[in-house]
């Protein structure tokens, strides 16, 4: 009963590296999504891919990159990390775009 | 202009008590879904309760219920008969427009702390 999964749980990066979080989800859903969650700030949605084949930006897409690799995994990609990108990170899934959102249980990320 | 906002950044409730968390909304769409989340100190996000726009009654799920307020834009939460394991961050989030369309995406407001006291 795995629902969405991400890794890695927890990342510590140099300024400058780069690193990719997975996201994979055995529910069949059709959309997929990436968050970021900062203290104070809620969720902020980096990017989404309502369907298989489709990605598009949401409220903080800077210095990130998402891949729809299939229907079941979608991620995304720190191409130079920065310290502003120091953020816990949620992958989510939906049936359909933009309905209950599951969400998987975060990665703890920190660039120092 | 924040969409959603909940404006009590900490609340306090004692065990098998009620308790009202509260969050109001901005939008011109009329078609729209109100979500509540709970995120205990594990991390996890965990659905609790939602509000279609057009839905006439208030959505109820066990102790949790959505005390939806057109007119005034406010979709509060009220967990009844507090238990220890409600303590914990929760999340008001809002979808403008229909579901199933990639027009509207899910915003969070910033969240309240609930702590329930036993």
């Known amino acids: 009963n795995a629902g969405v999964t991400q890794t890695p749980k927890f990342q510590v990066l140099k300024t400058g590296q780069s690193m990719t979080l997975q996201c994979a989800q055995d529910?069949?859903?059709?959309?997929m999504y990436w968050y970021r969650q900062d203290p104070g700030m809620g969720l902020r949605l980096i990017y989404y891919s309502a369907s298989e084949g489709t990605t598009d930006k949401g409220e903080v897409p800077n210095g990130y990159n998402v891949s729809r690799l299939n229907k079941r995994e979608f991620s995304l990609r720190l191409e130079s990390a920065a310290p502003s990108q120091t953020s816990v990170y949620f992958c989510?899934?939906?049936?359909?775009?933009?309905?209950?959102?599951?969400f998987g249980s975060g990665t703890q990320l920190s660039v120092l | 202009a924040q969409k959603i906002t909940q404006t009590q950044p900490g609340m306090f409730v004692q065990e098998k008590e009620a308790v009202t968390l509260d969050c109001t909304y901005d939008t011109s769409d009329q078609s729209y879904g109100l979500f509540w989340y709970k995120q205990p100190s594990s991390g996890e996000m965990i659905f609790l309760i939602y509000q279609g726009s057009y839905d006439e009654q208030n959505a109820t799920e066990g102790r949790y219920s959505l005390n939806f307020q057109k007119a005034r834009k406010s979709a509060n939460l009220v967990i009844s008969a507090s238990q220890l394991g409600d303590s914990a961050m929760y999340f008001c989030?809002?979808?403008?427009?229909?579901?199933?369309?990639?027009?509207?995406?899910?915003?969070f407001g910033q969240g309240t702390i609930l702590t329930v006291h036993p």
């Open positions: 529910m069949n859903h059709n959309s």
């Open positions: 989030a809002m979808r403008e427009g229909p579901g199933g369309t990639s027009y509207g995406k899910l915003t």
């Open positions: 989510a899934s939906s049936v359909r775009a933009n309905e209950k959102l599951f």
